[in-house]
């Protein structure tokens, strides 16, 4: 497909997330305008519903396919070529335009399955997250599989519920902190910086960590 139609159902992609144009404006390297949005429309990819322009679900199936390798990208340069946020951000770009359904799989594996890219923003799933494929050694993995004594960094936290989530952050185990695995049975125990906390098992699960 067209670049520019990618960066056209893209756009419309992140306005149904929510972003605003001010956050928007910076994406919008290729200028896209309403010419283009017609051309989705001509395609089936878009409709204009109330005044907008809106993805129909055709678009949105391509658009998932977008934002799911865009996302992925940002995890392989932000963690494996471990460049700052604004380059980062800047190659996923150009690499999602590139990257086969093959390579997205991989790195999909490689990181564990993530459900959401290092800015929090959620990655739609994929074939191989259904299967939970592990032909490759994760890069990431869930809390839980660490051995007792090991150490890691948290990177991403896949938990919906926002009252555990402000509960696990006012202990401050958020992404970016160390923690070690002080005891697996009969209770699921970590430290950080010299405090110890208890976390239930099924939360530990879903906890995506780099060893260290």
């Known amino acids: 497909m067209d670049i520019r139609l990618e960066e056209a159902i893209k756009l419309l992609w992140l306005r149904e997330e929510g972003w605003d144009e001010r956050e928007l404006a910076p994406i919008n390297k290729y200028s896209i305008n309403e010419r283009d949005y017609r051309e989705l429309v ?11 322009w809106v993805l129909t679900d055709q678009g949105r199936h391509i658009g998932s396919e977008i934002i799911r390798r865009l996302r992925l990208a940002e995890w392989l340069f932000s963690e494996i070529i471990e460049t700052d946020s ?6 996923a770009c150009r690499l999602e335009h590139i990257l086969t ?5 991989r ?21 191989c997250c259904g299967k939970q494929k592990t032909d490759l050694k994760p890069f990431l993995l869930p809390l839980y599989h660490l051995r007792e004594n090991e150490s890691a960094k948290i990177i991403s936290i896949n938990i919906d519920d926002r009252r555990i989530k402000h509960k696990m952050a006012s202990f401050g185990l958020i992404p970016g902190v160390c923690v070690k695995i002080k005891k697996r049975r009969p209770v699921f125990l970590i430290e950080m910086d010299g405090s110890v906390f208890s976390v239930e098992e099924k939360i530990a699960e879903k906890i995506f960590v780099k060893r260290t």
């Open 42 to 52: 001509k395609k089936g990819y878009a409709e204009e519903k109330d005044g907008r």
């Open 86 to 91: 604004r380059f980062s951000n800047e190659a």
């Open 101 to 105: 359904e093959e390579a997205t799989e």
């Open 107 to 127: 790195i999909c594996i490689l990181f564990g399955h993530p459900r959401v890219c290092p800015h929090g923003k959620p990655i739609p799933r994929g074939k």
